[in-house]
């Protein structure tokens, strides 16, 4: 699994809470949660994310509320993968849960920059910036991860009867 994009940087602890804010949690639309996303932190985000869009973090990404709106924002707003030096633990079950890629990778965080463009390869680890010509290593997802992430979350996984 391969992703390319631009990125959009930020940094610690990024909490649930500005990434979809509580006085939106009233709808389970996605396209209305993506059209609030950020909107708290960077009121320009829904103006500047475009489709496969990558967004870049430091330390404790995700954390405060266990909500899924948070992930189900960000991958409804584009974004196709988010690199961070750490993510909460909920924050990170429920992305792979709802199909939003996430890689855990310092090196690659410390060494992305806010509009850096960023290729992805899942099935071997390897985080590149075109920008900078760097290359990064990181663990690879199992590839029943990858499935789910490819199927769009872990119910449609299960209906495909691929997590059997």
């Not at 960077?42 to 430091?58: E, H, L, R, S, Y």
């Not at 909460?88 to 509009?115: K, T």
């Not at 985080?127 to 990064?136: A, C, D, L």
Request: hydrophobic share 35%; aromatic share 8%; glycine share 8%.
């Amino acid at each position: 699994m391969n992703f390319t994009g631009k990125v959009i940087k930020y940094g610690d602890n990024v909490d649930t809470d500005v990434i979809i804010p509580a006085r939106y949690l009233n709808t389970s639309d996605h396209k209305e949660l993506a059209s609030h996303c950020m909107e708290d932190l960077d009121k320009d985000f829904t103006k500047k994310v475009q489709a496969g869009d990558i967004m870049v973090a430091g330390d404790n990404f995700g954390c405060g509320s266990s909500r899924e709106h948070a992930p189900i924002a960000i991958k409804a707003s584009g974004i196709s993968l988010v690199i961070a030096n750490t993510f909460a633990r909920i924050f990170y079950r429920n992305s792979i849960n709802i199909g939003l890629a996430i890689l855990e990778c310092p090196e690659a965080v410390a060494n992305i920059n806010d509009g850096d463009t960023v290729e992805a390869d899942l099935d071997n680890g390897i985080i590149y910036n075109r920008t900078t010509g760097k290359s990064f290593k990181t663990q690879p997802f199992p590839e029943f991860i990858q499935r789910i992430i490819q199927n769009g979350g872990l119910i449609e996984s299960i209906k495909k009867g691929e997590l059997n």
